[in-house]
């Protein structure tokens, strides 16, 4: 059973930074697509960052220039800087992999078999 357990979640005002990182128990095979995901009160989850691969990276519009999404040194860890966070970030964001290649849209949910349960971001304006 693969677990992702996500940390480095909190509360910051707006225009902080916030640094999210997640670790998956897998350690034999490689993911190859990782990201990050978040769902606020009453919406949708929606993808925020996806990284395949290397270097292959996919980033949703509202984040783009602000975050930035990179592997860890160990295996099947990945990080998400957040900078200049709006109160519109306020979410909770999830860590998601698949160890399969993603075709079609990276930032769609249902294209991952592999969830951590969560850390709250919370921005004040």
């Known amino acids: 059973q693969v677990q992702l357990v996500e940390s480095g979640g909190g509360s910051v005002q707006a225009g902080g930074s916030l640094r999210l990182s997640c670790a998956a128990s897998?350690?034999?095979?490689?993911?190859?697509?990782m990201g990050w995901f978040r769902q606020a009160p009453g919406k949708e989850r929606e993808g925020v960052a996806i990284i395949c691969g290397e270097l292959a990276t996919t980033y949703a519009d509202p984040v783009k220039g602000r975050f930035t999404i990179s592997k860890g040194n160990a295996k099947n860890t990945l990080i998400l800087q957040m900078n200049s966070l709006k109160p519109e970030d306020t979410a909770m964001y999830y860590c998601?992999?698949?160890?399969?290649?993603?075709?079609?849209?990276?930032?769609?949910?249902?294209?991952?078999?592999?969830w951590g349960q969560g850390t709250q971001v919370t921005v004040s304006s």
């Open positions: 897998a350690r034999t095979f490689s993911f190859h697509c």
């Open positions: 998601a992999a698949d160890f399969g290649v993603v075709s079609g849209d990276r930032l769609k949910a249902s294209n991952y078999n592999y």
